[in-house]
């Protein structure tokens, strides 16, 4: 008799990420949970950035958890890595944690995100390697095709649908004669009309989900930078949420977020907190359970989202009031939040009048800091009277591409011309954006 089907649902792993991090010390090693690089020597991690290992802690928490758990499939919905040009370092430290995976025999399902693809078209995405060293246990999705994976509960149909570049699309003949905005309609009719055809062909007695990185519309984000260009395609939730599927793990926005319960249509979210936009969220990954011997639409058991100890992010605010010692009220203000600071990355915001500034002692400040485990810095917000910041106001409200528009209507273009170069602007914004994500 077949077991409950067990999945756990990752994504983001974005390993190279060092923003807020440090040289790595044996004292700061020693502070790492015992699941951490299991049966390595740490030493050997002295001198790497700690919110490096910070990102690789995460990851094998969640490995040890599925090994722990007797999880039957690990579905990876994309971006391993920060760079799309991973160093050597990076690549190690993935694959390490894949083959734990892979060496306990639980099959894993690796999906390219946009941070796993090569800047330039045609190249070896940065998940290659597993195929083509023929590591047991893993499958990489690098087009939209279905795939069936044995595990020790039985097979199990996961359709992958991985990033697509739009610069790519935008060089095929169909869309020469097409703006931005037609170019992603166009996008977002192929895909959902190609995952409809790997619909149609799924076996029905067999249990089906889709693994996938991409946007969906109506979903949320944190980032201090999500989606500034508008320039991301999107898919609609109605092209992702096919009753076919028993469940929807997808990647890409660091938020986990339920977008429908019928089926789940879930976003995992990123494992680490990658900048403090991310401060108050959670971050971990789902775990799925499926009765593979029901029908499709009752196969679903749960879907449950499982915490990591993410490294804290800790804003310290405080505003003074008139009359009152900047400096004390900053360190009383420290004082309060003083349990938590020893593991977490801190930074401080002051609000301050220009009377009030003089008698700010930002060196106390910082002495008083240096228990955290890493000090972001101070941030000063000064209040000054008849100062008159609307040309900065303005600047800081135009995009990008409005921006550029706004030169080359300075040139007298026609129209076409200028359009026509607003399409590829886009496309250079949008691969910028990519990176950066």
Avoid at 109 to 116: I, K, M, R
Wanted: aromatic letters at 6%; charged letters at 25%.
């Amino acid at each position: 008799m077949l077991r409950n089907l067990k999945l756990l649902h990752i994504s983001d792993i974005h390993i190279g990420v060092e923003s807020y991090g440090k040289v790595a010390t044996e004292e700061d090693l020693v502070s790492f949970p015992v699941y951490f690089a299991p049966g390595e020597d740490r030493s050997q991690f002295i001198g790497m950035n700690t919110r490096l290992l910070d990102f690789l802690s995460a990851m094998d928490e969640a490995v040890a958890y599925a090994i722990e758990n007797r999880i039957d499939l690990v579905l990876f919905a994309g971006d391993a890595y920060k760079s799309r040009d991973p160093s050597q370092t990076h690549q190690r430290e993935f694959a390490k944690r894949i083959n734990r995976l892979s060496d306990a025999d639980i099959p894993v399902f690796l999906t390219v995100g946009n941070h796993d693809l090569p800047h330039i078209a045609n190249r070896a995405t940065s998940l290659e390697i597993f195929p083509t060293l023929n590591v047991k246990n893993i499958t990489v999705s690098q087009t939209l095709e279905t795939h069936i994976i044995g595990t020790q509960s039985g097979d199990i149909q996961v359709v992958g649908l991985p990033w697509i570049r739009i610069g790519q699309f935008m060089a095929k003949e169909e869309t020469r004669n097409m703006n931005m905005e037609e170019i992603k309609q166009a996008l977002e009719n192929r895909l959902t009309s190609l995952l409809e055809t790997e619909v149609a062909s799924l076996d029905k007695t067999l249990p089906s989900v889709l693994c996938a990185h991409v946007n969906i519309s109506g979903s949320k984000t944190a980032s201090e930078r999500s989606m500034m260009l508008g320039n991301d395609h999107l898919l609609s939730l109605g092209s992702v949420a096919i009753k076919e599927f028993d469940y929807v793990a997808l990647g890409n926005i660091h938020k986990y977020q339920i977008l429908t319960h019928n089926p789940p249509v879930v976003y995992a979210g990123s494992i680490e907190r990658v900048d403090f936009s991310e401060e108050k969220e959670d971050k971990g990954f789902v775990s799925v359970q499926l009765d593979p011997t029901m029908p499709n639409g009752e196969r679903l058991l749960s879907h449950d989202f499982i915490p990591v100890h993410a490294r804290s992010m800790i804003t310290i605010n405080v505003s003074p009031k008139l009359g009152e010692d900047p400096t004390e009220a900053s360190l009383n203000e420290i004082e309060k939040n003083s349990e938590k600071l020893a593991n977490a990355i801190v930074r401080f915001k002051i609000n301050l009048t220009s009377e009030q500034e003089p008698h700010f002692n930002e060196s106390e400040i910082r002495q008083k800091l240096n228990v955290c485990f890493y000090f972001a810095g101070i941030e000063k917000n000064i209040s000054r009277e008849h100062r008159t910041r609307i040309a900065v106001s303005d600047a800081e409200k135009i995009t990008p591409s409005n921006a550029i528009r706004k030169y080359f209507e300075t040139k007298s273009l026609p129209k076409s011309r200028e359009e026509e170069l607003m399409k590829y602007v886009q496309v250079l914004l949008q691969e910028e954006f990519e990176d950066s994500h």
